[in-house]
């Protein structure tokens, strides 16, 4: 990685600290159940910083930026650092370097990420984003993912349609749902709720007689049918 990479990594980490509130943070890392201590820093003054570092450091290359992007990621001592990697990911000044190369990244991102606050937003907003892009071969690798032992990469592929609307491949997205319809554990089946229940926008016929036929019930079914009338 190149210095402006590195010099992104560290005003990153810099930024992140002067906004920390100490008083916050257990509250948050209780909250999120979760093993990496936070820094206490509010969704609202993070992006706002991260906003302008990123304008301030833009990177040249789209090598330089998945190395910076997992450099944070990697390395995060807080939880608001693996959040800052992944609006690194969004940034709008990298958009054009969505390409089927960040799929890996993505996917490492997921696995050891492994919690809905870092997965979800990727599986929506990266992962949906590459299905656009590239339907072809990234619905071949969510067909994988649908069937793998890793929980996150199986929510990943049930979610990754969740803003699609009318454009939702419903072939895939039954077939990503299908192999968590076992699943007792509960992000499994809160996705598979979550992703009929967005389908249902659009047609919520469908999703009734497909959560009908299947015989879904629980949590995915009450998940899936709550905006239904």
């Given at each position: 990685m190149n210095t402006q990479g590195k010099a992104l990594v560290e005003a990153v980490r810099r930024a992140l600290a002067e906004l920390a509130d100490p008083v916050k943070a257990p509250v948050m890392r209780a909250y999120m159940k979760s093993e990496m201590p936070f820094l206490g820093v509010q969704t609202g003054p993070r992006r706002a910083a991260l906003k302008k570092l990123f304008a301030e450091h833009r990177l040249e290359a789209?090598?330089?930026?998945?190395?910076?992007?997992?450099?944070?990621?990697?390395?995060?001592?807080?939880?608001?650092?693996?959040?800052?990697?992944?609006?690194?990911?969004?940034?709008?000044?990298?958009?054009?370097?969505?390409?089927?190369?960040?799929?890996?990244?993505?996917?490492?991102?997921?696995?050891?990420?492994?919690?809905?606050?870092?997965?979800?937003?990727?599986?929506?907003?990266?992962?949906?984003?590459?299905?656009?892009l590239f339907p072809e071969p990234v619905k071949g690798?969510?067909?994988?993912?649908?069937?793998?032992?890793?929980?996150?990469?199986?929510?990943?592929?049930?979610?990754?349609?969740?803003?699609f609307k009318d454009r939702t491949d419903l072939g895939l997205l039954y077939a990503c749902i299908e192999p968590s319809l076992s699943d007792t554990d509960f992000f499994a089946r809160k996705a598979i709720g979550w992703a009929l229940r967005e389908y249902a926008r659009t047609d919520p016929a469908e999703v009734v007689r497909y959560v009908t036929e299947r015989g879904i019930s629980g949590l995915s079914r009450r998940e899936a049918l709550k905006n239904v009338r």
């Open positions: 789209a090598p330089d930026w998945r190395k910076a992007t997992l450099l944070l990621w990697r390395e995060a001592e807080y939880r608001e650092e693996r959040y800052a990697a992944i609006e690194l990911t969004g940034a709008r000044q990298y958009r054009s370097w969505q390409t089927l190369y960040t799929l890996p990244m993505y996917e490492e991102m997921i696995v050891s990420g492994a919690w809905w606050d870092l997965v979800d937003e990727l599986a929506v907003h990266r992962i949906g984003t590459l299905l656009r690798t969510l067909l994988e993912w649908a069937h793998s032992p890793d929980l996150w990469k199986r929510r990943t592929a049930i979610l990754c349609q969740n803003t």
